[in-house]
């Protein structure tokens, strides 16, 4: 005859499992995301197809290409365009990337939290801090200015412990006994 403990360990041992299966599923899933990314470009080209530009998964530029046409522009005015084109182009190549990443997160939010698979863990999820756009203004821009001063709150974090720093211990890693 089974104890009813036991049925609850076989119970808790299968759904490991099965959440085990799901992570090595969901770590080849992403090894082969990463390398399509890896491949990932994206092209612009503005004025006219004067100025071309190609970035790379990491929205780096990787070539630059100027078409016919070109000489009849100003520096400041071939200087906005790369600039323009290549913005346009990281802009495609990121759309490009997290529409590659959907279906990854897709599967991810599919799995059990810590919280269901522990009692008592708490679930952070709702903790995790939202992704800064970086301004795609020029270094002295007063747009840039503006953000840097409306995006300069300190983090703060509540349902901390405060750490007497003033307390001595007898013994520690820099103890010489170690």
């Given at each position: 005859?089974?104890?009813?403990?036991?049925?609850?360990?076989?119970?808790?041992?299968?759904?490991?499992?099965?959440?085990?299966?799901?992570?090595?599923?969901?770590?080849?899933?992403?090894?082969?995301?990463?390398?399509?990314?890896?491949r990932?470009?994206?092209?612009?080209?503005?004025?006219?197809?004067?100025?071309?530009?190609?970035?790379n998964?990491?929205?780096?530029?990787?070539?630059?290409?100027?078409?016919?046409?070109?000489?009849?522009?100003?520096?400041?005015?071939?200087?906005?365009?790369?600039?323009?084109?290549?913005?346009?182009?990281?802009?495609?190549?990121?759309?490009?990337?997290?529409?590659?990443?959907?279906?990854?997160?897709?599967?991810r939010?599919?799995?059990?939290?810590?919280?269901?698979?522990?009692?008592?863990?708490p679930?952070?999820?709702?903790?995790?801090?939202?992704?800064?756009?970086?301004?795609?203004?020029?270094?002295?821009?007063?747009?840039?200015?503006a953000?840097?001063e409306?995006?300069?709150?300190?983090?703060?974090?509540?349902?901390?412990?405060?750490?007497?720093?003033?307390?001595?211990?007898?013994?520690?890693?820099?103890?010489?006994?170690?």
């Open positions: 005859m089974s104890r009813p403990g036991r049925l609850v360990n076989e119970r808790t041992r299968a759904e490991m499992t099965e959440v085990l299966g799901e992570v090595q599923q969901q770590l080849r899933m992403i090894a082969r995301v990463q390398q399509e990314r890896a990932l470009t994206a092209t612009a080209s503005v004025r006219n197809k004067q100025v071309t530009v190609t970035v998964a990491d929205g780096i530029v990787i070539e630059t290409k100027f078409g016919s046409g070109v000489d009849e522009l100003s520096y400041a005015e071939i200087a906005k365009a790369v600039t323009d084109a290549a913005q346009q182009a990281a802009a495609e190549v990121a759309r490009l990337g997290s529409e590659l990443m959907s279906p990854l997160e897709d599967r939010a599919r799995l059990p939290k810590l919280s269901d698979l522990v009692e008592g863990m679930d952070l999820s709702g903790e995790m801090p939202v992704t800064q756009v970086a301004p795609l203004a020029p270094p002295d821009a007063d747009e840039r200015r953000a840097d409306n995006g300069s709150e300190e983090m703060r974090f509540s349902d901390v412990e405060e750490l007497d720093h003033h307390e001595v211990r007898a013994r520690g890693v820099t103890d010489s006994s170690w």
